[in-house]
């Protein structure tokens, strides 16, 4: 037990310590976004000058909106990438997880429907289908079994004649 334990002074003159750098940090950082986006409108936005004549007026309209579908098509390439970018990070964390083999079943949610309900679910109710699973079903006939009443005689004869590979070639010609 050589570790000291911090006493909570400490804890809390080291926790405002630390609260201190960030938050000086995070004005550093939100005064820095602000100094980003001044330069970022003056190189890419400049200043708007109003015309003073409806031709040069329309003109500065026709402008606006090539800038505008511009600026439009860029968002939609860049969308693009990113929804592209964000399919692909979820196929590969999959991937991961099927290689670890560590996967959890979620959690399901017992549901009541009947087969008729989940065909109309499934294939929308334009379609009628009833389904009776029951008339689906095999008719199995019962087999009575002739062989109890082989078996009632002297047990000590059917071992001798099932004993040795004549025996087991027997009982797998009967069988079969």
């Known amino acids: 037990m050589s570790e000291k334990k911090m006493t909570s002074s400490r804890r809390h003159h ?15 950082e939100v005064a820095q976004v602000k100094v980003d986006k001044e330069k970022y409108l003056s190189e890419n936005c400049p200043p708007l000058s109003m015309p003073g004549s409806i031709q040069e007026l329309q003109e500065l309209c026709k402008k606006l909106h090539q800038q505008i579908d511009s600026a439009d098509e860029e968002r939609y390439d860049l969308e693009s990438k ?39 679910a499934l294939l ?3 379609h009628k289908v ?40 027997k009982m797998f010609e009967s069988e079969a």
């Open 130 to 169: 009833s389904m009776d699973l029951r008339a689906n079903l095999k008719q199995v006939k019962k087999e009575v079994k002739e062989e109890s009443a082989e078996q009632v005689g002297d047990w000590r004869k059917n071992i001798e004649d099932k004993a040795g590979m004549d025996g087991r070639k």
């Open 14 to 28: 080291l926790k405002s310590l630390v609260l201190g750098i960030a938050k000086g940090i995070m004005a550093k």
């Open 82 to 120: 990113v929804g592209k970018a964000s399919k692909e990070i979820e196929d590969l964390k999959i991937k991961v997880v099927d290689l670890q083999g560590k996967f959890k079943k979620p959690a399901l949610k017992k549901v009541r429907m009947s087969a008729d309900a989940m065909l109309q």
């Open 124 to 126: 929308g109710s334009k």
